[in-house]
Nanobody
């Protein structure tokens, strides 16, 4: 079965850290740019961070810049989102998505209506004391 599976979410106190993983099953991520998106209740989906095929190009939303780091390990067929200094406003369901081929990661993360080849099921991140 071809799918993306997120893991690593949970409940964390403000200032804490989590590392989300996005693992591909049934296909290789080598040919895909990957994005992390989040959606909080009552809010629109937001592009958090995106990474190119090689990992050389990355994009971060202003709200997470300096706190989140995206990385990819193609040997493990996995993309990570390291989240530090978490804030209550980071609370959301986090999704990863894969888009085949070369792409401009900034546009991939910020342009609505872009089609992705695969989406994960989401993982809940809750930041609260």
């Amino acid at each position: 079965q071809l799918q993306l599976v997120e893991s690593g979410g949970g409940l964390v106190q403000p200032g804490g850290s989590l590392r989300l993983s996005c693992a591909a099953s049934g296909f290789t991520l080598d040919y895909y740019a990957i994005g992390w998106f989040r959606q909080a209740p009552g809010k629109e989906r937001e592009g958090v961070s995106c990474v190119s095929l090689s990992g050389a190009s990355t994009y971060y939303a202003d709200s997470v810049k300096g706190r989140f780091t995206i990385s990819r390990d193609n040997a493990k067929n996995t993309v990570y989102l390291q989240m530090n200094s978490l804030k209550p406003e980071d609370t959301a369901v986090y999704y990863c998505a894969a888009k085949r081929g070369r792409t401009i990661v900034g546009a991939m993360c910020t342009t609505s209506g872009i089609s992705f080849d695969y989406w994960g099921q989401g993982t809940q991140v809750t930041v609260a004391s």
